[in-house]
């Protein structure tokens, strides 16, 4: 009887072993040919919600394209943006890819690809508005996408000190909303996301010529993951040389404004 029992144990100990051995590797989704991205649905052009409910962008083809030229089936989970790395390190997504700012408090959090597109922090207010400069901005009330590179930019110029209010929102497009309800004066956001709102709505919206903060986008891997960091520059490096991601930029932008 004890045989047996020690029998049994050891077998329960053996299952055990292999789940946290299955559940301990670095994504898991690299090996079974799929990778999750993790992504802002209501972050156009780069990665959006269309008039069918569909996710589409820039950041949504360029990410298919490598998936198909790393031969890894490729998903997309729309996520709190604010918890971002939480997605990441917690291991239920694989990827940030949405028009995702490098920063040098980002880095300490996850890996970055090499950045593939140049941006900036703008403001953007109402047509008739009278902000013309970032001076402009003190004793108004602006809006921002909370835990962005938006609030980073603010935080880090002399004028937040004289802005009236900051109000966080949980996605661009509801700081906008705000905004052309004049419940805001301004609002602080990236600069090609800027420019998509406002060729769709002409006439609403203008920008302020001087900027926050340039900045660049990049892709952000889970810490310790250097293999799929390797394999996922690879494939960029690859399109890149034979010119799929220019042409991805041609589609949405107009041009090709791909770093090299």
Request: glycine share 8%.
């Amino acid at each position: 009887m004890k045989r047996n029992k020690l029998i049994v144990l050891g077998l329960i100990v053996a299952v055990m072993i292999a789940a946290l051995v299955g559940c301990s590797g670095s994504g898991g989704a690299k090996d079974d040919g799929k990778l999750i991205i993790g992504v802002d649905d209501k972050f156009a052009p780069m990665g959006f919600r269309d008039e069918k409910n569909e996710l589409v962008g820039f950041d949504i083809d360029f990410a298919k394209a490598v998936g198909e030229e790393m031969g890894v089936e490729v998903t997309f989970q729309p996520i709190d943006w604010k918890a971002k790395e939480s997605e990441l390190n917690s291991g239920r997504i694989d990827l940030i890819w949405n028009g995702y700012t490098i920063t040098e408090e980002r880095k300490g959090k996850v890996l970055f690809t090499k950045p593939y597109l140049e941006n900036s922090q703008i403001i953007i207010t109402l047509a008739d508005s009278d902000i013309n400069s970032i001076n402009d901005l003190a004793g108004k009330n602006v809006g921002l996408q909370s835990l962005s590179s938006a609030a980073d930019a603010l935080n880090a110029n002399p004028i937040k000190s004289e802005v009236k209010s900051v109000t966080e929102f949980a996605d661009n497009v509801l700081a906008l909303t705000d905004l052309k309800t004049k419940r805001l004066d301004a609002v602080i956001i990236d600069e090609v996301v800027a420019r998509y709102y406002m060729s769709k709505e002409e006439g609403t919206f203008k920008l302020v010529e001087e900027t926050l903060a340039p900045e660049q986008y990049g892709i952000g891997v889970k810490k310790g993951n250097e293999e799929l960091l390797e394999k996922l520059q690879n494939a960029i490096d690859t399109l890149n040389a034979n010119g799929k991601i220019a042409e991805i930029s041609e589609q949405w932008f107009g041009e090709d404004k791909i770093l090299k």
